[in-house]
């Protein structure tokens, strides 16, 4: 299976040629790029997001989620 970056890439190589065919970027190939450009941002987010809140939350150590008793 592709990951999601050999796919972009596949996409962008098809776009390029679609552009060199026609001679000009449809509106439809400006959307996809915001669209992905979007997406690959939102995601970055969480995963920095994640990786703070696991930075933090893993150095707390287990005993502290048991109940005292």
Known sequence: MLSFYQ????YERRRMRCEME???ASR???????????VLSLASLLLR???ALHQRY?????S???YQE
Request: charged residues 10%; proline residues 3%.
């Open 22 to 24: 026609t001679g000009h």
């Open 58 to 62: 893993s150095q707390i150590p287990s």
């Open 49 to 51: 997001a994640g990786n």
């Open 7 to 10: 796919a972009y890439q596949a």
């Open 28 to 38: 439809l190939h400006a959307l996809r790029r915001w669209q992905a450009a979007l």
């Open 64 to 66: 502290a989620y048991r």
